[in-house]
């Protein structure tokens, strides 16, 4: 879906559960939902869809536009880089323009440099007031402020399912609709135009 600044949902789009969602230069949206693949149009039309033969645990749990409109299925050559983070499960992680690498892993999202130290992090309990927990999707945004969405958000109608926080871990504004939806594993900012973000999408 995409939501207004009033928090709004002024698109959506039906899928099985979404864990990767992306909005193109196109307009149109690309997903992983677990089942597969898809890019819709605005008029949510499929444009395109990818199932893997084998879905044996979910075949498809994220998915990115890769320079030129080409497209990758499976993963190929050899490791060139990895780190265990906190937890020991990461949902999404980013190379920012400084070379670190921004992962999200539950309790926490952290920064790690090339030697896979830790630069920064911000964790669930570093913002007590959102009632966030299980920090899953994120996007780093042109001012370095990060957009976090979170896995099963609520509890006892209490949490937060996205929040924007800043680099000294202040929280700049939070969405919380728990009648609505319960999770957000995948997040991308828009304009309030609904286009994307001037510059490269970090997420």
Not at 122 to 131: F, G, I, K, L, R
Request: aromatic residues 8%.
């Amino acid at each position: 879906m995409v939501l207004s600044p009033a928090g709004e949902v002024v698109w959506e789009y039906p899928t099985k559960l979404t864990h990767d969602a992306w909005m193109l230069p196109s307009g149109n949206v690309l997903f992983a939902d677990g089942e597969s693949v898809t890019e819709v149009t605005a008029e949510k039309k499929v444009v395109f869809r990818y199932q893997p033969a084998d879905a044996k645990g979910g075949g498809t749990y994220a998915c990115q536009r890769l320079p030129g409109g080409k497209k990758e299925y499976t993963p190929g050559g050899k490791v060139a880089w990895q780190v265990q983070v906190p937890g020991g499960i990461a949902f999404a992680a980013c190379r920012t323009d400084k070379g670190t690498t921004l992962v999200s892993s539950l309790d926490q999202v952290s920064e790690f440099d090339e030697a896979g130290k830790i630069v920064w992090q911000c964790a669930t309990t570093d913002v007590p007031e959102s009632d966030a927990r299980n920090f899953t999707g994120i996007h780093l945004l042109p001012n370095g402020n990060v957009l976090i969405g979170c896995y099963q958000a609520y509890k006892d109608k209490k949490g937060s399912a996205l929040l924007e926080i800043s680099r000294d871990k202040k929280i700049v504004w939070t969405y919380s609709n728990p009648a609505a939806d319960s999770t957000m594993m995948a997040v991308q900012i828009l304009s309030p135009l609904g286009e994307l973000l001037a510059g490269a999408c970090l997420r």
